[in-house]
């Protein structure tokens, strides 16, 4: 069975730095890609980002180049999303997904980052 | 970017009957393998997204086939041939296709 698991709730204040992580189980991890995806309160999905763990390959999306680094750990089969800075603006749910058929059919639990003084 | 555009944003329907959502990509999502990575995911109050069609018409594992997915280049269906309670939620439309990846705004789906 697929499965993604992600790490736990973050409460941070601003200009703190963050790393999320995403560990994924029940396939080849280094055969997919993984992306994440942010959600803020109240509001649609947003794609951040993508990361292949065979080769470390990363695209951003424009809004989210240089907010944010995609790595992952292939020796542990986990991905991270990480903030040098965080805002208060980064206060969100974000997701890591994996996809199937060409589309995201694996997704984790997400993890809530709130950034707040 | 391909930016995705959904219609409607709000779809009020009674149970029992079917209800509808478009989508239209700024530019044609087929692939240069030939494949056309046009999906559709639904969200439910405090869920992650759950994919529900990938390739514009493939029901996804476990899906019920009351969902449905049409479409081609740059304009896509989502059908839902009998509205139940459990299908409330927020629908999105996503292309993967090219780099960035981008959703659509999502179309929330209520009942009467």
């Known amino acids: 069975e697929v499965q993604l698991v992600q790490s736990g709730a973050e409460v941070k204040k601003p200009g703190e730095s963050l790393k999320i992580s995403c560990k994924g189980s029940?396939?080849?991890?280094?055969?997919?890609?993984i992306g994440w995806v942010r959600q803020m309160p109240g509001k649609g999905l947003e794609w951040m980002g993508i990361i292949y763990p065979g080769d470390s390959d990363t695209r951003y999306s424009p809004s989210f180049q240089g907010q944010v680094t995609i790595s992952a750990d292939k020796s542990i089969s986990t991905a991270y999303l990480q903030w040098s800075s965080l805002k208060a603006s980064d206060t969100a749910m974000y997701y890591c997904?994996?996809?199937?058929?060409?589309?995201?059919?694996?997704w984790g639990q997400g993890t809530l980052v709130t950034v707040s003084s | 970017d391909i930016v995705m555009t959904q219609t409607p944003l709000s779809s009020p329907v009674t149970l029992g009957q079917p209800a509808s959502i478009s989508c239209r990509s700024s530019q044609s999502l087929v692939h240069s393998d030939g494949n056309t990575y046009l999906s559709w995911l639904q969200q439910r109050p405090g869920q992650p997204p759950r994919l529900l069609i990938y390739?514009?018409?493939n029901r996804f594992s476990g899906v019920p086939d009351r969902f449905s997915g049409s479409g081609a280049g740059t304009d896509f269906t989502l059908k839902i041939s009998r509205v139940e309670a459990e299908d409330v939620g927020v629908y999105y439309c996503?292309?993967?296709?090219?780099?960035?990846?981008?959703f659509g705004q999502g179309t929330k789906l209520e009942i009467k």
């Open positions: 996503m292309q993967a296709t090219q780099f960035p990846q981008a």
């Open positions: 997904a994996t996809p199937d058929g060409g589309s995201y059919g694996y």
């Open positions: 029940g396939y080849s991890f280094t055969s997919y890609w």
């Open positions: 390739k514009i018409s």
